[in-house]
């Protein structure tokens, strides 16, 4: 009798959360293969040059409170490089900036009443002490913060931002995901809430993805990248797995990508109420404009763009947080917009869109003029935020699919905290976990 093969797995989807997935497989003598649409890891924390210094495609920074992050960055030997930055928050609303985000700014925030900033500060730190999501069950955002906060609440400061992430869905999303985020931006402050510290990694959030693609080969992994994989099916002793290339079946596979694009690869073995449970789970899609300004924009990092007029919702201006000499004394503005895809923006070509959002700039800054702009790149993300609706809980499927030994764990397993680095770290240690009890038990 011929010895028994030992287990394999494959992963698909190199970001972060296929690539920690691989590590703590790897790191337990459980052979790896990772299969990557693109030429490159990363993911959604796919980098690019500015000034000779690498930078997200996609804004990024950290909270206080993601610590399975740090704690992966220390394990890899990063920890020294993340810094803590204090940020700035902005508004943009009445044909007007104002300071936003600290106790000062509140009281003299002229939209509001004196009645608006109480609810709006009341609302804040009872959600503050909320310690469980149950408490929101069945209620949307929407109609919580016009219950408790007040219309002119929701008006001006929380509805535009609901808009900003998720379009016209803007009403459905959950209260239990916009409790979790306010709790966490207010652990993220500093004693009285007076400022926020941020946390963002010297030379980029892209060193960590290479340090661990380093890391994996060096014990063994197979990257296929520019090998999207295509289908998959229950195999003879796993999943059968097809790419352009070839077919090979994987004692298991670990999907990380959206759950849209698993549907995209059922080669019709998914049970029905499998798939209709993954088609259910939507998300919107990004659009970050990345201009390189000769001079500030904005003093805010973090400016929220409360006017429906206007074509983007968010303005990050990184090198209000990074200094500027880092990217040769370019300031780098990320414009966002989140959209679903039958707006004709997603569809419209890179000077369209750069040609919407600039005319807007100098209702910002009255001061701005074309020739700030140096360069200017535009980033697309077709799964950038999942929409968390009401019993989402309920709503998600297992992680360990109908099909014997195919796992799936992505951006949209992450509940109720918002998606985040962080949680891509902690969802992957879960599921890692998980895989390696049965590889062991195979
Ligand atoms: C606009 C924006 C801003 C963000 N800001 C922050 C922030 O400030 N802080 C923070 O911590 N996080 C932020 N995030 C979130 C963070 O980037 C994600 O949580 C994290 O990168 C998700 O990693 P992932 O591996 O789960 O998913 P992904 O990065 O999406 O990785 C999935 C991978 O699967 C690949 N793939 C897809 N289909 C296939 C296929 N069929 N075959 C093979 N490969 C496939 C994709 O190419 C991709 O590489 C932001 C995200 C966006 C979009």
Redesign the pocket.
Known sequence: MGAKASPTVAI???????LVAAWRLVREGVPVTI????PQA????ATFRVGGEELEC?????FTT?RDYVALAEELGLGASIRWLFSSMGIYTANKVYPFGTPASLLTFKPFSFLDKLRFALSVLYLGRVTSPQRFTGITAWQWIRRFAGQRVLDVVWGPLLEQKFAQRKTEVSMAWLWKKVQLRGQSRSAGGLREALGYMDGSFGRLVRVLEEKLRAQGVVFRYAE??LALAPGEKGVQLRTRKATEVFSYVLF??SPR?LVR?DGGYFPNWYRKRLEALEATA?L?LVLELKRQLLPFYWTNVADPAFPFGGVIEHTNLVDAQRYGGRHVVYL?KYLFANHPLWHARPQEVYESFVPYLSRLNRDFSQSWIQEWHLFK?S???PLVTCHYEKKLPPVETPIPGLYHC??AHIYPED??????VREANRVAALLLKRVRTS
């Not at 698909?12 to 296929?18: M, R, S």
């Not at 998606?419 to 891509?424: D, L, P, S, T, V």
Request: hydrophobic share 35%; net charge negative.
């Open positions: 698909v989807g190199a970001g972060l959360t296929g299969f990557e649409r693109y990363g993911g959604l924390v996609f804004y990024h920074h950290l993601d999207p994989v990380t990508a694009e690869t990004a970050c966002s993300a799964d950038a935020q992505s951006m998606r985040g680095q962080n949680y891509a």
